[in-house]
């Protein structure tokens, strides 16, 4: 099953039980919104998680884009990307958590194909404010599917304030065929989880106390990019058709030292596209040094070895597939134009930087008086100082 098929079983078997399509799934959250990018499926929804009525009704179904900087030190793994997608659904005071179960296994197991013996699921177990989610236990055990009980894991929140509640994540086994299932989700990292299943019924405040919220609500949300891999059969995101254009196109154009620094490339590549494709353009501050800082990891990580490296031989098909694939009107031409021209400034960026770090004052191991100085008068950041002095010169003196 392709990703694009993936996406229309997904939205079919929620629209068939009466969810509408929320429309916009842009990586800029609602004007107002303190954030710079959205996060997850749920963000834009909070208002609505928290009681107002939602235009469209009570049941609701989205693919919503995301990005994350949280993660960019793990991107080059098999699961981690910058830029994702998250497919949710919601229930606002409609139908209760373990309707939202039984659907889920219904949709893994019909629609996806996935056999009941690869699924595992995880459980909120209580704790010192909440007790054990029997609800949600007594369903997987109707269901037939093995379940376990953890406290730390099976609570959700998007932050230290606001919506919050138990949670059941799903997990498939991605051991080799000939490997039947070993362990718990806890206890073997073959058991991948796939899909959360958040009983949002409180509000944290800022003392940590919990207020039952005056109507609770489901909120669901699926990976797109793990789904597709677990889907497909393959042992990392990068290998799905989503990012075939790119690493089909990458590894023929720069000789990189490893697979992890192939990935990164493909990924922040991909990011700043959609980035751009937003709307989002390199700048010093806010959403725009967010991409700067992406163009500048992988314009780093391409001349690592050979500093001639750069973007201008990168071809147009797959920045067309990806802004085709988030429905992005952009045109690739101005694309091409922002990375270049961003290109052209971090050249200049370098050329400067290895001027100031062969001063006198800088032969020595820097300290983070130094670093700051570097950053705060003259633009350069740490990681790109780090790349440009020599490896003995490559630590902090306190």
């Known amino acids: 099953m392709n990703t694009e098929q993936t996406v229309r079983t997904f939205l ?13 799934s842009t990586l800029l959250p609602p004007p107002g919104d303190p954030v710079l990018f959205t996060t997850s499926g749920m963000h834009p929804l909070t208002p609505y998680l928290l009681g107002r009525p939602h235009p469209q009704g009570r049941r609701l179904v989205n693919v919503q884009r995301c990005l994350r900087t949280t993660d960019l030190d793990e991107v080059g793994d098999p699961t981690h990307l910058t830029v994702f997608e998250m497919l949710g659904s919601w229930s606002l005071g409609d139908y209760g958590h373990p309707q939202s179960l039984r659907w889920g296994y219904e949709l893994l197991r019909d629609g996806f194909g996935i056999p009941r013996e ?10 010192g404010q909440v007790g054990p989610d029997v609800e949600s236990l007594r369903t997987w055990e109707e269901l037939g599917l093995p379940v376990e009980s953890t406290t730390e894991d099976n609570w959700w929140s998007n932050g230290p304030v606001g919506p919050c509640g138990p949670d059941s994540e799903i997990f498939v086994w991605t051991g080799d065929e000939a490997t039947p299932p ?17 009983h949002m019924r409180y509000h944290r405040h800022e003392d940590g106390s919990l207020e039952p919220l ?13 789904l597709v891999t677990v889907l497909q059969g393959r042992r990392s995101v990068y290998e799905t058709d989503l990012f075939e254009p790119w690493t089909s196109t990458v590894p023929g154009l720069w ?8 990935r990164l490339v493909c990924d922040h590549l991909r990011a700043c596209v959609v980035m751009l494709g937003d709307g989002v353009r390199p700048s010093n501050t806010g959403r ?10 992988l314009l780093t990580t391409l001349r690592r070895e050979d500093p001639s490296r750069g973007l201008s031989d990168l071809p147009s098909h797959p920045l067309l597939h990806t802004l085709d694939h988030f429905r992005q009107t952009c045109d690739p031409d101005l694309v091409r134009s922002e990375l270049l021209q961003e290109e052209r400034k971090f050249t200049r960026l370098l050329e400067r ?7 006198p004052e800088f032969r020595h191991p820097l300290s983070e008086e130094d670093f700051g100085y570097l950053h705060d008068t003259h633009g350069l950041p740490r990681d790109l100082v780090l790349g440009l002095l020599e ?3 490559v630590h902090v003196r306190e």
């Open 214 to 226: 005056g109507r609770s609500a489901v909120d669901t949300g699926m990976g797109l990019e793990r």
């Open 182 to 198: 070993q362990g718990t989700p806890t206890t073997d990292p073959r058991w991948v989880e796939i899909w959360n299943h958040v």
């Open 288 to 297: 725009g040094y967010v991409l700067r800082r992406l163009i500048r990891r």
């Open 255 to 262: 000789d990189l030292r490893d697979e992890s620094s192939t």
């Open 391 to 393: 490896p003995t010169l």
């Open 12 to 24: 079919d078997f929620y629209r068939e039980r009466g969810h509408r399509p929320v429309t916009g």
């Open 353 to 359: 930087g290895r001027r100031l770090l062969s001063r």
């Open 118 to 127: 690869r699924l595992h699921v995880t459980v909120f177990g209580g704790d």
